[in-house]
């Protein structure tokens, strides 16, 4: 399995280094599987092995540790508005922080569904205990194309409502966004088989004295539709 950092999906840019792994996780039906933690940088993947026991469905699991960065008001501004956080911007707009640079701290929570053959899915549709995490609600390896995806959002296992959340397709597939509901779901079409990216930035604001303004966990879960 490989992981890779990037803002075009599925083109890699930059593997993430292998000492910022946090977590990485296999999770089968029988639950998890032993694998190898010997990662290794290939050009722009970061990779494992993974020896999968049988035939069926799995979720792989990673988490990078966590990280800060600096930007000036005008960025900032630029990337809440990429990212639907509406919210943010008003509450740095009331503060009167609009212009002045933003510390953040950010960590990445990933998941990605396999399947290899028949199986149960049971292992894709519950949570796993991550600090933030997509959960779906239906097998995302059984879709067809134009078939809608509903996911949760969950952020210290409690549902997140009102968060922007995009389906990116690979293989020149289309981007759709919509927002979770009141349960932290929302669904999602999508229109062609091959690979999927659902992502979201979940931002809160850091209390005073804190090195950092701001705590952002970003959360994806990738997914292949059948054709």
Same mark, same amino acid.
């Given at each position: 399995?490989?992981?890779?950092?990037?803002? !075009?999906?599925?083109?890699? /840019?930059?593997?993430?280094?292998? @000492?910022?792994?946090?977590?990485?996780? $296999? *999770?089968?039906?029988?639950?998890?599987?032993? *694998?190898?933690? +010997?990662?290794?940088?290939?050009?722009?993947?970061?990779?494992?092995?993974?020896?999968?026991?049988?035939?069926?469905?799995?979720?792989?699991?990673?988490? *990078?540790?966590?990280?800060? *960065?600096?930007?000036?008001?005008?960025?900032?501004?630029?990337?809440?508005?990429?990212?639907?956080?509406?919210? $943010? &911007?008003?509450?740095?707009?009331?503060?009167? /922080?609009?212009? +002045?640079?933003?510390?953040?701290?950010?960590?990445?929570?990933?998941?990605?569904?396999?399947?290899?053959?028949?199986?149960?899915?049971?292992? %894709? %549709?519950?949570?796993?205990?991550?600090?933030?995490?997509?959960?779906?609600?239906?097998?995302?390896?059984?879709?067809?194309?134009?078939?809608?995806?509903? $996911?949760?959002?969950?952020?210290?296992?409690?549902?997140?409502? @009102?968060?922007? $959340?995009?389906?990116?397709?690979? @293989?020149?597939?289309?981007?759709?966004?919509?927002?979770?509901?009141?349960?932290?779901?929302?669904?999602?079409?999508?229109?062609?088989?091959?690979?999927?990216? &659902?992502?979201? =930035? !979940?931002?809160?604001?850091?209390?005073?004295?804190?090195?950092? #303004?701001?705590?952002?966990?970003?959360?994806?879960?990738? =997914? #292949?539709?059948?054709?």
């Amino acid at each position: 399995m490989t992981a890779q950092v990037g803002e !075009h999906f599925p083109a890699p /840019e930059i593997g993430p280094p292998a @000492n910022r792994v946090d977590l990485w996780r $296999v *999770i089968g039906a029988a639950g998890d599987v032993a *694998i190898d933690r +010997a990662f290794r940088l290939e050009k722009t993947l970061l990779s494992a092995d993974a020896m999968l026991p049988s035939a069926g469905v799995y979720l792989g699991v990673m988490t *990078i540790a966590v990280q800060t *960065i600096e930007m000036k008001g005008a960025e900032f501004t630029d990337y809440l508005k990429d990212e639907g956080l509406e919210s $943010v &911007i008003a509450a740095r707009k009331s503060a009167g /922080e609009t212009d +002045a640079p933003a510390r953040e701290r950010y960590a990445r929570y990933a998941k990605i569904a396999v399947r290899t053959g028949p199986g149960d899915a049971a292992s %894709l %549709l519950r949570p796993v205990g991550l600090k933030a995490e997509f959960v779906p609600q239906t097998d995302p390896t059984s879709l067809k194309p134009g078939q809608p995806l509903t $996911v949760q959002l969950l952020t210290d296992g409690r549902p997140v409502p @009102n968060a922007a $959340v995009t389906a990116v397709g690979g @293989n020149g597939g289309t981007t759709a966004t919509a927002r979770t509901d009141e349960n932290g779901r929302v669904s999602l079409a999508l229109d062609r088989p091959g690979a999927w990216l &659902i992502k979201t =930035v !979940h931002m809160t604001k850091l209390p005073p004295g804190s090195t950092e #303004h701001w705590e952002s966990f970003w959360v994806t879960l990738a =997914v #292949h539709t059948a054709g």
